[in-house]
T-cell receptor
Framework: QKEVEQDPGPLSVPEGAIVSLNCTYSNSAFQYFMWYRQYSRKGPELLMYTYSSGNKEDGRFTAQVDKSSKYISLFIRDSQPSDSATYLCAMSDDNNDMRFGAGTRLTVKP | ETGVTQSPTHLIKTRGQQVTLRCSSQSGHNTVSWYQQALGQGPQFIFQYYREEENGRGNFPPRFSGLQFPNYSSELNVNALELDDSALYLC????????????FGSGTRLTVV
């Protein structure tokens, strides 16, 4: 079993849809939870981070962390074609290495 | 404020050769981390450098080594290249202690033939 599990998709939705992306993990020591967006031929770009459990909202994006279930989610409201990218969940404890999921490829169709 | 820059963008090497990849950190950042991203996979942590010393290492063999310079730029060296080393190599800079504030470069695409 991988330490971080993420459905690779691909996921295709129409413009304006609500997108739900999820990851599960096995290491209960993780405290920092991040979502990165990666466009083709680019490095990952930090979208949101959450410390411990709870929700965080930033514009059209909402991140949720449920440590009791070891489950994190990213919701994208009113999705746009420019949101088409690979979304990577990442998490870390107090050490230096982030553990990434495999990434979910999202396409938002006009 | 400049971001993280990596060079070269693409590289083709022969199995058994050695390669050096370079990274310039974002202004104000004092740590550099290197990640390997195979096609269709998430990045995997190779190591991090802080104050010119290795500050954590992932599950990579010793033929993967690195350097950090006083200006916080960094190099990743890989000896005795294997076909499985073909991947996108990402450099990320951050401030020590900030486990979330990583800024990534666009990466170096290494192909080993």
């Amino acid at each position: 079993q991988k330490e971080v599990e993420q459905d690779p998709g691909p996921l295709s939705v129409p413009e304006g849809a609500i997108v739900s992306l999820n990851c599960t993990y096995s290491n209960s020591a993780f405290q920092y939870f991040m979502w990165y967006r990666q466009y083709s031929r680019k490095g990952p770009e930090l979208l949101m981070y959450t410390y411990s459990s709870g929700n965080k909202e930033d514009g059209r994006f909402t991140a949720q962390v449920d440590k009791s279930s070891k489950y994190i989610s990213l919701f994208i409201r009113d999705s746009q074609p420019s949101d088409s990218a690979t979304y990577l969940c990442a998490m870390s404890d107090d050490n230096n290495d982030m553990r990434f999921g495999a990434g979910t490829r999202l396409t938002v169709k006009p | 404020e400049t971001g993280v820059t990596q060079s070269p963008t693409h590289l083709i090497k022969t199995r058994g050769q050695q390669v050096t990849l370079r990274c310039s950190s974002q202004s104000g950042h004092n740590t550099v981390s290197w990640y390997q991203q195979a096609l269709g996979q998430g990045p995997q942590f190779i190591f991090q450098y802080y104050r010119e010393e290795e500050n954590g290492r992932g599950n990579f063999p010793p033929r993967f080594s690195g350097l950090q310079f006083p200006n916080y730029s960094s190099e990743l060296n890989v000896n005795a290249l294997e076909l499985d080393d073909s991947a996108l190599y990402l450099c990320a800079s951050s401030l020590i202690g900030e486990n979330y504030g990583y800024t990534f470069g666009s990466g170096t695409r290494l192909t080993v033939v």
